[in-house]
């Protein structure tokens, strides 16, 4: 059952990123403008730093290209993550199966990019290519470390590891 859960939320992860990339450029301009405000009124919150209007506006224009580059990067870091989850219920976690999901990461990064170039107003960009591929390699080392770690109390265990004994 887990396994069809989690090919489940692979699936629209993967339709998450296809949707976000079918926006046209004024959308997703749109999109990442709003996003950076929320960002903003939660950090005068937490700094208790009080921007007025144009003060904001500013903060905006200035920071909404790295919130989208963040953006590109969390897509693709959770889209590893996942990708090494599914995979982990047919292959042993391992340098390969990173390689693996980089290059499946990767591929779909590129697809994602040359499918952008269809879409009115955007374009497919070889930096956009690189950040994702930077959080699919950042995501799929991360499951890979904290997977290897500790198996036996792992709680990303599979069937085929429980109950098995160390042999003395």
Excluded at 41 to 64: A, Y
Excluded at 66 to 89: D, G, I, P, T, W
């Amino acid at each position: 059952m887990k396994k069809y859960i989690a090919f489940t939320f692979l699936f629209l992860w993967l339709v998450i990123i296809f949707l976000f990339s079918c926006e046209s450029a004024k959308d997703s301009t749109k999109t990442s403008k709003s996003f950076t405000k929320q960002v903003i009124v939660v950090v005068e919150k937490i700094t208790k730093i009080d921007l007025d209007e144009m003060g904001k506006d500013k903060v905006i224009d200035k920071t909404f290209k790295v919130v989208r580059k963040f953006a590109h990067f969390f897509e693709y870091f959770v889209l590893a993550v996942l990708l090494m989850f599914v995979f982990q219920y047919y292959l042993e976690v391992n340098i390969k199966l990173v390689i693996l999901v980089c290059c499946i990461g990767l591929l779909y990064s590129i697809t994602d990019e040359f499918h952008q170039l269809f879409v009115p107003g955007r374009t497919g960009r070889v930096v956009d290519v690189l950040v994702d591929f930077l959080g699919i390699c950042l995501g799929s080392f991360s499951y890979y470390f904290i997977y290897g770690k500790d198996r036996k109390n792992s709680c990303f265990r599979t069937k085929s590891n429980y109950g098995r004994r160390k042999k003395e």
